[in-house]
């Protein structure tokens, strides 16, 4: 069974940067893709940022990167904005294909329990 625990997340003020990282484990095959995901009070969970067949993907801000020998997926996030401030999750899934593809939260049968990031002006 795939296990995926989030860590990393805190209270930072407008500007700042915080670094999540998802260990993740029980994975049959190197053929997975995993991501990141936020969600806000009242809002949809949406994806932040995901690895593509290339490498790290890059939205704006945010920077996504893998350690495939630790099994670790993190995401380092600079010039936060309170707009930020959500419950943070990683989530992963069996996929063989390109990883920018799985966009919707529905592409992932695994997640963690989340971390929480707040942000104050």
């Known amino acids: 069974q795939v296990q995926l625990v989030e860590s990393g997340g805190g209270s930072v003020q407008a500007g700042g940067s915080l670094r999540l990282s998802c260990a993740a484990s029980?994975?049959?095959?190197?053929?997975?893709?995993m991501a990141w995901f936020r969600q806000a009070p009242g809002k949809e969970r949406e994806r932040v940022a995901s690895m593509d067949s290339g490498g790290g993907s890059v939205k704006g801000r945010f920077i996504i990167s893998q350690d495939n020998a630790k099994n670790t997926l993190s995401l380092q996030m600079t010039s936060l904005k309170p707009e930020d401030t959500a419950m943070y999750y990683c989530?992963?899934?069996?996929?063989?294909?390109?990883?920018?593809?799985?966009?919707?939260?529905?592409?992932?049968?695994?997640w963690g329990q989340g971390t929480q990031v707040t942000v104050s002006s």
């Open positions: 989530a992963a899934a069996y996929w063989s294909g390109s990883c920018y593809d799985l966009r919707s939260r529905y592409n992932y049968p695994y």
């Open positions: 029980g994975f049959t095959t190197s053929m997975h893709c």
